[in-house]
């Protein structure tokens, strides 16, 4: 069976305001001024951990409190993580049409596990994933490509393709030797042409032709 691994922020859901929200209450609960959206996109991609140590070295922050702030900010994530998310157009038709033509579906994400599974529930798209892989499911992260090696070996044997919207994407999909797919209008930091990528849209619309055309060519 041929099999298609999504990752989530910026691809599948447009996250970042309610990432940006457990940011800005944990600046809060120290005093210090709340983030913009665009900078608190430019922080994502590397897990939340990572995010936490952006956001405090920008409000200048001690860094040996980060283990407390990143639970402090995972605690206000997990109170609220979809109440301003929403799936980007399309997708969960592109995800119903890869569905029939008999592909297995994953996410490989490096979103902790539990609020990631909080937003597909929430979102209504749970169902479609035969395996959830978290930046919190195994001891590596993306761009390490044991994530995306792990949601793969749980969908079984045939073609393999990874779509995503990010340099972190990118170049997980080329450390496991899995093409890739790249929707352009999630959370990228550079021009799409710098990024390795088999085939890119911006509508999910065009996305089971592509991954038909990818999953077939070998
Ligand atoms: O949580 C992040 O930093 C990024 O999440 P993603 O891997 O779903 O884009
Ligand atoms: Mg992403």
């Known amino acids: 069976m041929s099999a298609v691994v999504f990752d989530l922020d910026g691809t599948l859901v447009d996250s970042a305001p309610d990432i940006q929200a457990a940011a800005n209450r944990m600046l809060e609960g120290e005093g210090l001024a709340p983030l913009d ?15 936490v140590e952006r956001v405090m070295r920008t409000r200048g922050i001690d860094p040996a409190r980060h283990e407390e702030l990143t639970q402090v900010t995972l605690a206000h994530y997990s109170a609220d993580s979809s109440d ?12 119903q049409a890869l569905q029939a033509k008999g592909y297995a579906l994953g996410l490989c994400t490096n979103k902790p596990e ?41 969908l079984g044997e045939g073609a393999r393709l990874y779509v995503g919207d990010s340099e972190v994407d990118a170049a997980t999909a080329k450390a496991a ?42």
């Open 37 to 51: 959206l665009p900078t608190l996109i430019s922080f994502i991609g590397n897990g939340l951990p990572k995010l």
């Open 84 to 95: 301003l998310t929403v799936l980007y157009p399309g997708v969960r038709a592109a995800l």
């Open 114 to 154: 539990a609020p990631a599974r909080d937003i597909l529930r929430a979102l209504g798209i749970e169902d479609f994933f035969a395996v959830v892989v978290g930046g919190d499911t195994l001891p590596v992260k993306k761009p390490d490509p044991a994530p995306l090696f792990t949601a793969f070996e749980a």
């Open 177 to 218: 030797g899995v093409d890739f797919a790249l929707f352009t209008e999630g959370y990228r930091k550079g021009p799409v042409e710098q990024m390795l990528h088999k085939a890119r849209f911006a509508d999910f619309a065009e996305l089971p032709e592509i991954a038909q055309a990818l999953l077939t060519a070998g």
